[in-house]
């Protein structure tokens, strides 16, 4: 099931950035820890008002993000 619903982009709200279910942590900063080496775990003990799907839900955007179309010009 899809967790993009926990994913909110709001022009007032951390300069545009998508933020996860409006907390003012950006989908950036998750996957910059992720990308460091954290943990799932390390990350929720840090940051007590995520939640795994929360997780789950950033690493979906990130995926379908990066899932473009290529096109081709003649």
């Known amino acids: 099931m899809s967790e993009l619903h926990r994913i909110a982009v709001d022009p007032q709200q951390c300069g545009g950035c998508p933020c996860i279910r409006g907390l003012r942590i950006r989908v950036k900063d998750v996957l910059d820890l992720l990308a460091a080496g954290a943990s799932h775990d390390e990350i929720l003990a840090d940051s007590p008002l995520l939640e795994a799907a929360d997780i789950a839900a950033v690493l979906e955007f990130a995926a379908r993000q990066s899932d473009h179309p290529i ?4």
């Open 71 to 74: 096109l081709h010009v003649a």
